[in-house]
Antibody, heavy 119, light 108 residues
């Protein structure tokens, strides 16, 4: 059974930091590109970041570039998102999602982890 | 950036009726469009990819059509479990991968 399990969401003050994790099982982690997608309360889906299978290719939305860092650890089957200088507008449920590299949709999604940014 | 625009924002449909959801891209995205279903408190689920192809386990009442900049998702006979929010996504021109703002299908 495919599982993606996010963790690390929390209440943090503006300017603070968090690290999100996504542990995957049930598919070959090394053959899938991984993504973070977020959803603010009552809003739509916004792509945040992506990382290729090797971990060398990384991509960021303009809204988070320079503040967020995506990485993956193949030995732990885990995807990470280091979030620094958090802003109120970063508050959302963060989903990890996997896709086959190239022009392909998001095949598998986790259940999400909630990040709240407030003083 | 490719902007995906969905319409309508809300669609009120009776069970058993047909529902058609639309998605327009700001530039051609070939056939690289997917549709996702999201229920409250849940993750999105892939329904359709490549404009037409149903994902594994998706019932035949869901179908996709379109090309270029205009795409549609049709649910031929709405079941109770189909009332949800639906998002289109383009994965032709990236980054960024972009989504429509969603269409909520509610019970009439």
């Amino acid at each position: 059974e495919v599982q993606l399990l996010e963790s690390g969401g929390d209440l943090v003050q503006p300017g603070g930091s968090l690290r999100l994790s996504c542990v995957v099982s049930g598919f070959t982690f090394t053959t899938y590109a991984m993504n973070w997608v977020r959803q603010a309360p009552g809003k739509g889906l916004e792509w945040v970041s992506a990382i290729g299978t090797s971990g060398f290719d990384t991509f960021y939305a303009d809204s988070v570039r320079g503040r967020f860092t995506v990485s993956r650890d193949t030995s732990r089957n885990t995807l990470y998102l280091q979030m620094n200088s958090l802003r109120a507008e970063d508050a959302a449920v963060y989903f990890c999602a996997s896709k086959i590299p190239g022009q392909n949709p998001y095949t598998y999604w986790g259940q999400g982890t909630l990040v709240t940014v407030s003083s | 950036e490719v902007v995906m625009t969905q319409s309508p924002a809300t669609l009120s449909v009776s069970p058993g009726e047909r529902a058609t959801l639309s998605c327009r891209a700001s530039q051609s995205v070939g056939g690289n469009v997917a549709w996702y279903q999201q229920k409250p408190g849940q993750a999105p689920r892939l329904l359709i990819y490549g404009t037409f192809t149903r994902a594994t386990g998706i019932p035949a009442r869901f179908s996709g059509s379109g090309s270029g900049t205009e795409f549609s998702l049709t649910i031929s006979s709405l079941q109770s479990e189909d009332f949800a929010v639906y998002f289109c996504q383009q994965y032709d021109n990236w980054p960024p991968w972009t989504f429509g703002q969603g269409t909520k299908v509610e019970i009439k």
